[in-house]
């Protein structure tokens, strides 16, 4: 099941829209044991559901806390999520070469960072026939505490130089701005900011927000007698 929502819409009215069809769900929540997992934040929870899928699916959902404590900039401290995210998880990433070598994920993990009026969100999206074991394993990662100097700075260099790219079309900086604008941002003022910021001052910035993130896994099992 996929829900659309465009437009500014409350979040009361979308929960009072919504709740009818996630009750018709079969759903069993158990808190996590793991200890890798209850490591991670304040609340954390495991909910399982079943549905036609071809193959188990499972989200890792972390509630992360407002970037404004960390950083003048949400699009700056998302930037660097993303960055962490895609140096554990990406297709660069030993985690997601030593799951494909173990054959255990049926494509690449699906990464994204967004941050809204409602809150901070990431997520962790993948396909396996083994989610118990493919759960640790992303859990295991994502709270080891280690941060791949290599990616960053290759990341980085990437966002740099498509910034770069964009100034240098005056059409696409023009968009650039304007949407930065909306969102009190200074599009500019962050690349001159990333470009600034060293590995160690993202090891720090990521682990402080990390430290306070909330998480829940959620995993869509095969119903019974299903192929």
């Known amino acids: 099941m996929k829900l659309v929502i465009a437009g500014d819409v409350h979040f009361a009215n979308i929960v009072k829209a919504v709740a009818p069809l996630v009750n018709a769900l079969p759903v069993t929540t158990t808190p996590m044991t793991n200890p890798v997992f209850d490591q991670m934040g304040v609340h954390n929870e495991r909910i399982t559901l079943t549905g036609k899928t071809a193959h188990p699916r499972l989200i890792i959902g972390l509630k992360l806390p407002d970037f404004k404590q960390f950083l003048p900039s949400n699009d700056l401290m998302q930037t660097l999520i993303e960055i962490m995210l895609d140096s554990k998880f990406g ?29 901070n969100y990431a997520k962790i999206m993948a396909q396996t026939d ?12 994502l709270n080891d505490g280690e941060f791949s100097k290599p990616i960053f700075e290759l990341q980085k260099k990437e966002l740099i130089a498509k910034s770069f790219r964009t100034m240098d079309a005056i059409d696409n900086l023009a968009i650039e701005v304007a949407e930065s604008r909306i969102e009190d941002e200074d599009y500019l003022l962050n690349v001159e900011r990333l470009q600034q910021i060293t590995y160690e001052q993202y090891v720090e910035l990521v682990s402080a927000v990390m430290a306070q993130t909330r998480v829940t896994v959620a995993v869509l099992e095969k119903e019974q007698g299903e192929s």
């Open 91 to 119: 297709e660069l990433s030993t985690s997601y070469h030593s799951l494909q070598q173990d054959e255990l994920l049926q494509q690449e993990p699906y990464l994204s960072v967004s941050y809204t009026r409602q809150g």
């Open 130 to 141: 083994q989610p118990d074991e493919v759960v640790e394993r992303l859990l295991t990662t």
